[in-house]
């Protein structure tokens, strides 16, 4: 399956992400580093955008930095990989944690690793929703409770594709 079909289901059929679950983990691993990605790489066009040297008012700071530009560049998109991965995945956890206890309230059927499957899948809108917020005068908090409650509602969603647990006998 390729990416690009994830990533259009993922926005637009909730309802699919549910099988999902049963991709194989490398291919759910490379669709959440390609969204990893699209978010550093963004990141990284607004830090050299937003950044003007000449902001600082200092003659000596800004020759300094204007030397270090080589190594200030490849060095900040490391760590904006790095701490952008570490995020969204730490997100994923606590998701797909929250998503095993609302499987067992709902009566579904499921592993962990499956709703950490379905979670990925769920959290495109958040990711894409948190990416631009800065362009939209609404504050941070706002859309984090919004990113929030989107990705646990296409979770739920996902979830009523699950199977049902067998009745207790």
């Given at each position: 399956m390729k990416h690009s079909q994830l990533?259009?289901?993922?926005?637009?059929?909730?309802?699919?992400?549910a099988a999902y679950?049963?991709?194989?983990?490398?291919k759910v691993i490379q669709y959440t580093f390609l969204l990893i990605t699209i978010v550093t790489v963004f990141s990284f066009g607004r830090f050299?955008?937003?950044?003007?040297?000449?902001?600082?008012?200092?003659?000596?700071?800004?020759?300094?930095l204007d030397g270090i530009k080589w190594v200030l560049?490849?060095?900040?998109?490391?760590?904006?990989?790095?701490?952008?991965?570490?995020?969204?995945f730490a997100?994923?956890?606590?998701?797909?944690?929250?998503?095993?206890?609302?499987?067992?309230?709902?009566?579904r059927r499921g592993e962990y690793r499956h709703i950490w499957r379905?979670?990925?899948f769920a959290m495109t809108w958040a990711v894409l929703l948190?990416?631009?917020?800065?362009?939209?005068?609404?504050?941070?908090?706002?859309?984090?409770?919004?990113s929030f409650l989107l990705t646990?509602?296409?979770?739920?969603?996902?979830?009523t594709k699950y199977p049902k647990q067998p009745m207790a006998k």
């Open positions: 990533f259009i289901d993922s926005l637009l059929h909730p309802k699919k992400l679950r049963l991709l194989p983990i490398g050299i955008a937003g950044v003007p040297v000449d902001s600082f008012n200092m003659s000596g700071f800004e020759d300094y560049y490849p060095v900040t998109f490391i760590m904006l990989f790095v701490f952008t991965t570490m995020l969204i997100q994923i956890a606590l998701y797909a944690l929250a998503g095993l206890f609302t499987l067992k309230v709902m009566k379905t979670t990925t948190t990416m631009l917020a800065d362009y939209v005068p609404i504050n941070s908090v706002i859309i984090s409770v919004f646990m509602t296409l979770v739920i969603i996902a979830f």
